[in-house]
């Protein structure tokens, strides 16, 4: 699956809200919503995969997995209120149950799974994206997610907290203790 860099807190917040309507459409029987539903959250889904799971491979099953629960599950989507949300959660929770199912060997280590991709239209920034991958592997799976689901993606931390069935208070403090090792170890490229 070729990935983009996700859109970021600051571009493109708006991607729950574009996931209402096709939602609605799905739970009335609409199939060719799921196509809609694809272009606009599977690029997302599989990051969050990727970050959880550290195994493209791996994140790549997961999405396809989450479609395959979203397309069986139409009548409860007409109670979603937070597409988004559901999207990511349904996500975070396959790709901790594919963890769990999967051998402890890994096929390719995270160190070497792009985290954090260069945009298609700069690849020159692919060094810099190579770089900060380096870095966020070195962060424990939680922190890594954490500020994955802030900063890359944009949820709150009351979001974080039920997407990944913590507190929001443990959220929070993944995410700060995360930003805060990352700094530690930027300082050490410098």
Do not use: K
Request: contains cysteine; charged residues 30%.
């Amino acid at each position: 699956m070729d990935v983009e860099a996700p859109a970021g807190p600051g571009r493109d917040l708006e991607w729950g809200a574009a996931l209402r309507g096709p939602f609605q459409a799905l739970a009335g029987g609409d199939a060719a919503a799921l196509e809609t539903i694809w272009e606009v959250a599977s690029r997302r889904l599989y990051g969050l995969a990727l970050w959880r799971t550290g195994n493209a491979e791996d994140a790549s099953d997961v999405v396809q997995e989450v479609f395959v629960r979203l397309a069986s599950r139409r009548a409860e989507l007409s109670r979603v209120s937070t597409p988004h949300v559901w999207l990511l959660t349904v996500t975070h929770n396959a790709a901790v149950d594919r963890l769990r199912r999967r051998e402890r060997r890994r096929s390719e280590p995270i160190e070497s799974a792009a985290l954090v991709a260069a945009p298609v239209h700069d690849p020159g920034r692919r060094i810099e994206a190579e770089r900060m991958s380096r870095l966020l592997s070195e962060l424990p799976e939680a922190q890594r997610e954490a500020v994955a689901l802030r900063h890359v993606e944009g949820c709150s931390y009351r979001e974080i907290g039920r997407i990944t069935g913590v507190p929001t208070f443990t959220a929070a403090s993944r995410c700060r203790l995360g930003l805060a090792r990352l700094r530690r170890l930027m300082e050490g490229f410098r």
